[in-house]
């Protein structure tokens, strides 16, 4: 019975695995250890950049500036000198990221009421944290700035600048939550952050995580697995059994399905109970398209397979021609949107693509299939037609 048979295969992978003291590593202790890593080590966010203060004032004014800047989860002052020319060396050493030049006659010049300027100095050698840092800077400064114009417009009687907008007085109810005003000239913006509200990249990141995971776990395993054989010489022996091709590729992949749909759930339990990554979509709709997700990785794996003759070549040609160019293409480190427009057309080649799409819009938006069909779709279709080439590749001989 064809059933009968694959059963007896699958049966036959699970104790192979079972045996293989190192397996159990591979597959369940390695994901949870590099999630954990990965959750805290994978952030685009910015604490505690060190910064030197030139502070040439020495005024009251000057003093509160650098409070702020103290105060500022992001931000660390490491050091409060006298002179631009003193914080070279702060940043020469990397003892400093950045530096905040006040000028002499700053506090004069707030209490006359004319404006003044203080000078941010930053090392570029890292942009993308400098960037970041920047604007943190630029925030804290604009902030500061608006509460000394609030304070000042108190004082003349036109207004404490401190409650909502003028035109938003009458049924006030208070800020929206995790937003706030930004007041223009002439223009009051209402600003809230939709799915996450307190812009942590880590609830960005761990999703991503999950599917580079399964990724790297499942792709790596099927495409040793059938090599194994090879190397071990026990593929002959299946050649001469009654099993069909069909049989001995389901009965082949559907252990390392299982091992991932495992890996799936332990990553998801971390990521909620430990990480506190809001899950607000469906969880049986992802672990339904975590399902199709595996059809294309272990249909990659089976391709690989297929022009490999040993598991180190396996693994080889899966690592360096498969898995780090669909990690550096598919958005989960760099941003589509940024990429050159012919890089952009190949990422559509990239399954993981359509994966992080899912994942992260069922963990943060809780979106559902009617969202979503145009990711599912590409990625059935990613999968079908890798899946068929591999089958077409592979006899019972060389499978």
Known sequence: MPFQRVRFLIWKELIELKEDP??????????????????????????????????????????????????????SVIAVVNSVNEIDPYLERGRAWMALSIPS?????????RPQTVQVIADGSDANSSNVALG??????AGYAQELGARRAA??????????????????????EGGHYVRGRGIEARVRVWFNP????????????????????????????????????????????????WELIVGKL?????????????????????????????????????????????????????????QQQAMMTTTFFFLTPMIWLSGFVFPIENMPVVIQLVTYLVPLRYFLVIVRSIFLKGVGLETLWPQVAALTAW???????????????SA
């Open 22 to 75: 190192r397996l159990f590593g591979l597959v369940i202790l390695a994901p949870i250890i590099q999630l954990l890593m990965l959750g805290y080590a994978a952030t685009t966010d910015v604490r505690n950049v060190p910064i030197v203060v030139a502070d040439a004032d020495r005024s009251a004014a000057s003093r509160d500036l650098v409070e702020r800047f103290t105060a500022s989860p992001n931000f």
């Open 198 to 245: 307190r812009l942590e990249s880590r609830d960005f990141m761990i999703p991503g995580v999950l599917a580079m995971l399964l990724l790297v776990v499942t792709t790596n395993l099927s495409s040793m697995g059938i090599v194994r054989e090879k190397e071990l010489g026990t593929l002959e022996q299946l050649n001469v059994t009654p099993l069909r091709r």
């Open 383 to 397: 999968g079908v037609a890798v899946l068929s080439l591999a089958i077409a590749r592979s006899t019972k001989r």
């Open 105 to 113: 006659a700053y506090g004069a010049s707030l209490g006359e009421g």
């Open 136 to 141: 943190y800077a630029a925030n804290l400064v």
């Open 254 to 310: 559907l252990p390392y399905a299982l091992i991932g749909m495992i890996d799936v759930f332990l990553v998801i339990a971390v990521a909620v109970l430990w990480f506190q990554i809001p899950l607000r979509g469906s969880v049986w709709l992802l672990i339904a398209l975590t399902l199709v997700y595996l059809l294309t990785t272990l249909g990659l794996g089976l391709f690989v397979s297929t022009v490999s003759s040993t």
């Open 155 to 176: 004082a003349v009687g036109a207004g404490s600048g401190n409650g909502p907008p003028e035109g938003l007085r009458q049924g006030y109810d208070g800020p929206p």
